[in-house]
């Protein structure tokens, strides 16, 4: 018979151990109790600063274990490391020395996120250029086996640590914003450890800007009965958009597709791919909203990190609504220093040159490379003939640059790539297209649909199908504008352009995610091919012969998914106002109202938990 010393002693080991098959996630039981204590005990000296930053960073460092065990180590270092760095940067004179601190800061704050996201593209550069036979090796670990004195760590493989893209761009931030003198260094460690690890948006976001959290650091508590409200609703929210709406569309239908789309019709690989679009947003802003209202409770105040992306009419505004955090900082710290929309600088050439040479390797063939020369080459020639042309050129190639790194952030894979690229090329596009009239476009998309149409003809293939539906609808819709404009129409009706062009930026983002979705969970070493199989088998089922007797049955059977799919649309693109009503309705209710509507959402919430949570997608990034 187990005494109680015994379950006491078994409790605490299971408190203070790290269990890889089950992190601590927000949708967890375990987490919320956790808050509760975490939050009894910071109610204690809420409005002691130092001692509420200090009691904040060790928990979130205990958190931070929780999640990712030894990797907890790599969070304090980039702690330690940065508070220094920002110190020796402001107390540099010259500019060239503050420059060279700021430099080596970079240099180890990417050093050190390169070494476990990129350690095997490049093992895979180094095999490919001399033909050598390297295999990735752990140095952590092996350090670990030595002090140990054991073979306890796994040396063969290199995990990535939870959230290190995000805690990495957060301390650059940091010392950059020193460095741009917008604040002063912030003079305790704890206080600056509990910025860089802050738990409720340590693992996925959003990145908090250094000038925008660190006055906060120092701030007296508040918490007005209407904020209480607000954050409430947010939790509520995310936890109805990650289990209700993102989790049983994956488990039930998106995941499986995915895994085997030859398995599937191409109507069912479609709703699937329109699908797994809903399901990302509602799992990475349903993280963000937990975050944003467990922040809230606390006093504190994260930024915005979506506001309705698919209501975008093009793809540049969709980055500015979609992890916004993230297209902000790639802004500031990447677009601008490259030269922004003012002249191309040797950063944007350098960048051009190495992602040729990073596709060459990711796909093993040199036409990559000479493809991308060749257009860069081109696009030089016709900045240096036509001057005027010039700002514009040079905006689009530090906007494509962007948008392949930002590609290249989420992993050192090919179809990460793509993805970026394709992003990159439609924020081009349309900038020349709503420069076109009309008449301009309906003509352009004509002659696309003929060209299209002929390849179907001549050279079928599924791919080509499938384009040619999408641009012979975009050609319809322009077509019927172009008559309404020759008929001297009166009315605008600019709701209906709106609706157009937010479903046609809807279509568009849907399928650049295609090659988003195919690599993501895959070990590196698997991920082109796998990936690749996985768009191109999609492609083809979406692009060949519909059955469409066996529509009404497939709806039939995922009625629930389809509805569920249907329902979370329909939402999002409800008008902000309606939304902002009803979120001020319950912040304001009372409280004995207000406790009941969520013991309903909770057991709404309980009806759809699956035996296995699943982890938030931008946990791999």
Known sequence: MLTFPDIALDFFQKLFSFDAE????????????????????????????????????????????????????????TVIYNFFAGKWIYSRKKDWSRNAVLAISII????????FKYAYFFTDVVNNIFGTHFAVFDVFSWIGNEITNSNRFNVDAILLPVGISFFTFQAISYVMDVYRKRIEPVKNILDFGFYISFFPQLVAGPIVRANEFIPQLHKKYFLSRTQFGIAVFWIMNGLVKKIVLSDYIAINFIDRVFENPLLYSGFENLTALFGYSLQVYADFSGYTDIAIGVAMLMGFYLPKNFNSPYKAKNPGEFWKRWHISLSKWLQDYLYIPLGGNRNASFGTYACIFSIAAIGTILSGS?????????????????????????????????????????????????????????????????????????????????????????????????????FFVWIAIIFIGNFIRMIYNLLHGKKTMQWLQDAWAIFQTF????????????????????????AWNTAKNMVNQIGSHWNLKVIPD????????????????????????????YRIWFAKMPIPLMIFVVALIVFVIYQFITADLQSFIYFQF
């Open 22 to 77: 089950h992190p601590l996630l927000f949708t967890q039981f375990y987490f919320w109790a956790f808050f509760a204590i975490v939050f009894a005990i910071f109610c204690l000296f809420k409005n002691k600063t130092l001692l509420r930053n200090s009691f904040l960073f060790f928990v979130s460092l205990f958190f931070y274990y929780k999640t990712s065990g030894l990797f907890t180590l790599i969070l304090i270092f």
């Open 108 to 115: 180890v704050n990417l050093l050190t996120l390169c070494y």
């Open 366 to 466: 040199l036409w990559v490379a000479a493809i991308v020369l060749l257009l860069t080459g081109i696009i030089g020639i016709v900045a240096i003939e036509k001057p005027e042309k010039r700002r514009k050129i040079t905006t689009n190639l530090n906007s494509m640059d962007t948008m392949l790194l930002g590609g290249l952030w989420h992993g050192a894979s090919w179809n990460f790539m793509i993805w970026g690229g394709l992003n990159g090329i439609g924020m081009i596009v349309y900038k020349f297209w709503k420069d076109w009239t009309v008449y301009t476009r309906t003509l352009v998309v004509f002659m696309l649909t003929l060209v299209l149409g002929a390849l179907c003809y001549y050279v079928p293939r599924p791919v080509f199908n499938m």
């Open 507 to 530: 279509t568009f983002i849907t399928f650049t995610r295609l090659f988003f979705r195919s690599g993501s969970n895959l070990d590196p070493a698997e991920a082109n091919e796998t």
């Open 554 to 581: 497939i709806a039939y059977n995922y009625r629930y998914v389809f509805g569920l799919i249907i329902l979370g649309m329909i939402i999002h693109w409800l008008p902000e106002n309606f939304k902002r009503r």
